[in-house]
C-alpha cells in the first residue's frame, strides 16, 4: 500500500466522522427543543438525559423546564 493511499482514505473517513457527529448532534438538539426534559418513564427519562447531554443542554444551557 502507498501511504498517500493510506493518508487520503484517512482524511475522508475522518470528515465522514465529522459530518455524522454534526449531524447527530444536530437532530439531538431539535428533538431536545421539541420535547420537555422531564417524563414519567424511567427509560425515556434516561434518553432524554442522554439526548440532553448530546446536545449540549449542560450547564448555564438548560431547558426551560429544568431547576
Avoid at 473517513?13 to 449531524?23: A, F, K, M, P, R
Amino acid at each position: 500500500m502507498d501511504l498517500v493511499f493510506i493518508i487520503e482514505n484517512l482524511e475522508g473517513g475522518v470528515l465522514w466522522g465529522v459530518q455524522n457527529l454534526g449531524i447527530l448532534i444536530a437532530v439531538a438538539t431539535v428533538f431536545t427543543a421539541l420535547t420537555p426534559s422531564r417524563s414519567k418513564g424511567i427509560l425515556t427519562g434516561m434518553a432524554l438525559q442522554l439526548l440532553n447531554l448530546l446536545a449540549g443542554n449542560v450547564g448555564y444551557n438548560r431547558n426551560a423546564d429544568d431547576q
